[in-house]
């Protein structure tokens, strides 16, 4: 089995010795780039050379806009004749609680992976058949923070999979290398694609990793949200109304511009690359809560211990991040950039 990885990070975490430290070291350098069509490239080549590397793929398609930019590059190699149509296999994973989905987009991920020539098996996952098993990872594997419970619960998905399972994780705005920070610091629970048998697309090699560091991430500002927050407060009616004069959709517009923050530097690079994306605009919860709580009281007991550990975890745990940092211990910056000196 031929290995093309190049080890960008070397991970330790913290279940893994006694001191429970984590530490993320990056072994290679890496660069901005400009061109947002360079991820589409580098994305298809990292795809032929995991084909090169495991014995069986399968790509954990959830209708997201990170896994979806992955199945469009699968569709143009199998267009290229680069790939076959099943080499990859495309599984489409949908949460639920005792049968009610809690997934809302699940239909509309159906039916872009549809309109790209793939008919994607469907892997249910009812999150309470597994909350005990997730409990115990949690415990074992030492994480902490109040999203971490749904990594876990995708990692658990992962590890139902036969194969080894494709995700994509871009490192977010918000945990440096931006507009206000210098350095790079990951959170545990976003390092989870480098347990069992998880592949981590974007952090590949740091070719794929450079082509998600564009001057947008490193230098937009984040959006000045204080006219939609007055809106809400004082029920603008510079929002739409209903024939009452009901204000509407103003905590959507607040909203939005909060997910404008924290994703539109990588939805620059998609809608970029694969203009057809439009179709899946939007974020959706993996797991909506609201609906978990509606729909599993009835599980007494059981569900005020599911419900106290979760809240356990929003309350009481907080991320526990690491920077990254040479082989030196000297923390990664934005002058550390191969080609930062050209645009500042």
């Not at 569900?303 to 745990?317: N, V």
Request: hydrophobic share 35%; with cysteine.
């Amino acid at each position: 089995m031929k290995n093309t990885v190049n080890n960008l990070f070397t991970i330790v975490h913290p279940y893994s010795n006694p001191n429970k430290d984590f530490s993320i070291t990056i072994n290679y350098p890496i660069w901005i780039t400009n061109d947002p069509y360079v991820a589409k490239v580098e994305a298809k080549r990292v795809l032929l050379e995991m084909v090169d590397t495991y014995p069986k793929l399968i790509l954990a398609y959830s209708g997201g806009t990170d896994s979806a930019f992955i199945l469009c590059c699968i569709r143009d190699l199998v267009q290229e004749g680069k790939l076959k149509s099943d080499t990859i296999e495309i599984v489409q994973g949908t949460f639920n609680a005792n049968g009610i989905p809690l997934t809302a987009d699940r239909k509309r991920a159906t039916l872009f992976a549809r309109s790209l020539g793939f008919d994607p098996r469907i892997h249910e996952f009812d999150i309470n058949e597994r909350w005990l098993e997730a409990q115990q990872f949690h415990h074992d594997f030492c994480l902490s923070g109040p999203e971490g419970l749904v990594d876990i619960f995708q990692t658990l998905w992962a590890s139902d999979q036969d194969g080894q399972v494709i995700r994509s994780l871009p490192f977010n705005r918000r945990y440096g290398l931006n507009y206000n920070e210098d350095v790079f610091r990951y959170p545990y629970h976003r390092c989870l694609w480098d347990l069992h048998n998880q592949v981590n697309l974007s952090s590949w090699d740091n070719k794929i990793f450079s082509s998600f560091i564009t001057p947008f991430h490193l230098f937009a500002p984040n959006v000045d949200r204080s006219p939609f927050e007055e809106a809400e407060k004082y029920e603008s009616t510079s929002y739409p109304v209903d024939a009452d004069g009901t204000s509407l959709n103003s905590k959507f517009s607040g909203d939005g511009m909060a997910l404008l923050d924290k994703y539109f530097d990588k939805w620059i690079i998609y809608f970029q690359c694969y203009p057809e994306m439009t179709r899946i605009l939007g974020k959706f919860l993996t797991i909506d809560w609201s609906l978990w709580h509606h729909h599993s009281r009835k599980l007494e007991p059981s569900y005020e211990c599911m419900r106290d550990f979760r809240r356990e975890l929003i309350l009481h745990s907080k991320f526990k991040f690491a920077e990254i940092k040479f082989p030196d211990g000297r923390p990664l910056t934005k002058k550390d950039l191969v080609n930062y000196e050209q645009y500042f």
